[in-house]
């Protein structure tokens, strides 16, 4: 089992979320991800973040791979469907890779989203996301993700009920 710890990436004080433009990322240096398949995943989501292309994140999974999160829909193959619904909700996100835990070809991600909801204010998310790994690539590395599932705190996009009108 490998444990990847991130170096501080406090933001400067009085910095925002939303002081920056769409998916400013503190870099690929982030954290000390070493398996080369999932820093190319973490590139390529923080890229999709930026920019909002699915093409370089969809390569990194295999075909007929999964995602999921825990909204009752069960594990999913339309990708570009899923990552187009990850980002709809903000209008600005950026995620930092804070820790991996791998074990063979399996490893957990945590890690936070400094956001700002479309039509609403600054929030900061917080998961994991579990990825299934393959060694069978192609020649530039990508199609190693077979399954994703990502775990994270809902909270930030519920309406308290005190706070409705």
Request: proline share 6%; net charge negative.
């Amino acid at each position: 089992m490998q444990r990847h710890i991130a170096p501080d990436d406090s933001a400067p004080a009085g910095a925002a979320p939303g002081d920056t433009p769409r998916g400013d990322h503190p870099g690929p240096d982030d954290t000390a991800l070493t398996d080369r398949r999932v820093r190319a995943f973490a590139d390529a989501l923080q890229a999709f973040e930026r920019d909002g292309g699915t093409e370089d994140l969809l390569a990194r999974f295999r075909d007929g791979a999964t995602a999921e999160r825990l909204d009752g829909r069960g594990a999913r193959t339309d990708l570009g469907a899923f990552w187009q619904e990850y980002l709809s909700p903000f209008d600005h996100v950026a995620t930092t890779f804070r820790h991996a835990v791998q074990t063979g070809d399996s490893v957990a991600l945590e890690w936070h989203s400094d956001a700002v909801l479309a039509g609403g204010g600054p929030v900061t998310v917080r998961g994991v996301t579990v990825l299934d790994l393959t060694d069978a690539t192609d020649d530039d590395g990508s199609g190693t993700v077979t399954a994703l599932r990502t775990y994270y705190d809902t909270a930030v996009f519920v309406t308290p009920p005190h706070a409705r009108v």
